[in-house]
């Protein structure tokens, strides 16, 4: 910023001091050769004309904080003196001008409007006060002192067209003033509402990945624990499956922690150095180094990038669950079509979800089928399960479902969760698939009950699990 728009922004925050020492400057010469020019004793109104000199010099300090009782101030002193008997009083009287302008650039529309008709007004009045001042009759009278109205009239007219240009310019930087205002509120809006989002899609990743994995987990304990001390076998196979799930969990929060490190953290830090805050690796592993920011996660053996999960990786989840001691099957129905990585990703954690809802409240060795269903302008998610723990879900789902539906209304997408008819409980969601269809093999019918033939699972202990209801984590 240079000197001049500094200086200029330091009279604008100071309005009413600079006018007022610009007045009293002003005042020194006004006062000094206050003069009527129409009297007849000049001698004798030199006092008359100091004062209302000083009357009209008076309102000034105002002009630009209160335009217009400042110019209104100043046209009725004006007037006054005019029907007073002083038709002319210089150099007070270009005072006017002066009011006029300030009016004209700082006041309303219609208050400048005024002024201009006003000032119009007096360059007429003055014409007979004057010829009577100086005795003058006739058309002669007249022919004397018109020239006088009608170069008062013309320098108010052309300071009237000066200040319109000054009062649009004026206009248009508080406009650019007022929208550059409006997009830093309009930008700091949009990176809250992005902040809160990002937040949001962060959560529901994370519940997703520790309520999945940690029901994996406790399970598999809880069966090792009893099957120790009878099939030491089953224990090792139980421990295994714990070990790779929390070794997928902790891969999946590596991935999704690294966007909220600081790009100083990942700077500071060598590619591939260990996470301090991150557990040591199992003797014969390596560890997953910690995924860059708004790169792409890594997988255990940190030299291929590991995409999100889509609707590919449904049948390792199912898979998984069998090895956790679900009875799955798995039904696919349909030609694939590709698929966004946010819309197979929605898929997925639909999936894992509902597993995970059928491993928490469906009860003892529920039967469960996944399927999915290809139509040319939408592709179906269908999870059943013969469980007892579905008697109501409640009218406060908890964060699964509700995660469940965010999913879904990003996409545009239908999700029906409920209990089914004959005992059970059924989440079926739907999506519009992007880009024009394609032409399918007519689908068979998705299976409503449960097959009788179902994957074996593995050994798994005999315990009771007591009745739930059919609710979210």
Not at 3 to 12: D, K, S, T
Not at 419 to 435: A, D, I, K, Y
Request: charged share 20%; proline share 9%; glycine share 8%.
């Amino acid at each position: 910023m240079s000197w001049i728009e500094r200086l200029g922004r330091w009279f604008e925050a100071h309005r009413f001091g600079v006018d007022l020492t610009t007045t009293v400057l002003l005042a020194v010469l006004v006062l000094s050769s206050a003069t009527d020019l129409y009297s007849a004793e000049p001698y004798l109104s030199r006092n008359a004309s100091i004062a209302w000199s000083f009357a009209l010099l008076a309102p000034l300090p105002w002009r630009r904080t209160r335009p217009v009782p400042s110019a209104v101030a100043v046209y009725a002193v004006a007037l006054a003196h005019i029907l007073a008997g002083y038709p002319m009083i210089m150099p007070g009287d270009l005072l006017i001008l002066v009011a006029l302008f300030s009016v004209t650039v700082y006041g309303p529309t219609w208050a400048h409007v005024t002024a201009i008709c006003s000032t119009a007004v007096g360059s007429l009045l003055v014409l007979p006060v004057a010829v009577a001042m100086l005795g003058g009759t006739g058309a002669a009278g007249l022919a004397e002192i018109v020239p006088v109205g009608i170069f008062c009239f013309v320098t108010a007219l052309a300071v009237w067209a000066f200040a319109l240009v000054r009062r649009s310019r004026r206009v248009t930087m508080d406009a650019l003033r007022d929208r550059a205002h409006r997009l830093e509120i309009e930008r700091d809006q949009q990176a809250r509402i992005s902040a809160a989002a990002e937040r949001a899609r962060i959560a529901r990743e994370m519940h997703d990945i520790v309520a999945h994995s940690l029901s994996i987990v406790v399970a598999q304990a809880d069966g090792g624990r009893y099957a120790a001390a009878t099939d030491p076998e089953a224990a090792v196979r139980a421990l295994g499956t714990i070990s790779d799930t929390g070794r997928t969990a902790l891969t999946d929060m590596r991935r999704l922690l690294g966007v909220l490190r600081s790009q100083d953290d990942e700077d500071g830090a060598p590619d591939g150095a260990p996470d301090p805050g991150s557990p040591a690796p199992p003797p014969g592993t390596t560890a997953a180094p910690p995924a860059l920011i708004a790169g792409p996660a890594r997988d255990d053996r940190g030299s291929r990038p590991a995409p999100q999960p889509g609707v590919e990786e449904i049948e390792d989840l199912v898979a998984q669950a069998r090895e956790g001691g679900l009875r799955v099957s798995h039904v696919r129905v349909g030609e694939p079509r590709p698929l966004t990585a946010g819309m197979g990703l929605t898929l997925y954690r639909v999936c894992q979800e509902s597993l995970t809802n059928v491993r928490k409240h469906a009860g003892p060795d529920p039967a469960v089928t996944v399927a999915v269903r290809w139509t040319p302008s939408t592709v179906e998610l269908e999870v059943l399960d013969d469980g007892r723990g579905a008697a109501a879900t409640g009218d406060d789902p908890g964060f699964g479902l509700r995660g469940m539906r965010e999913r879904t209304n990003l996409y545009g997408g239908t999700l029906e969760t409920g209990p089914r008819r004959g005992g059970g409980f059924r989440v079926h969601l739907e999506l519009p698939l992007p880009g024009a269809p394609l032409a399918v093999a007519p689908p068979t019918t998705i299976p409503t009950t449960i097959p009788t033939t179902t994957p074996t699972p593995t050994e798994r202990p005999s315990t009771t699990t007591p009745t739930v209801t059919q609710e979210d984590a």
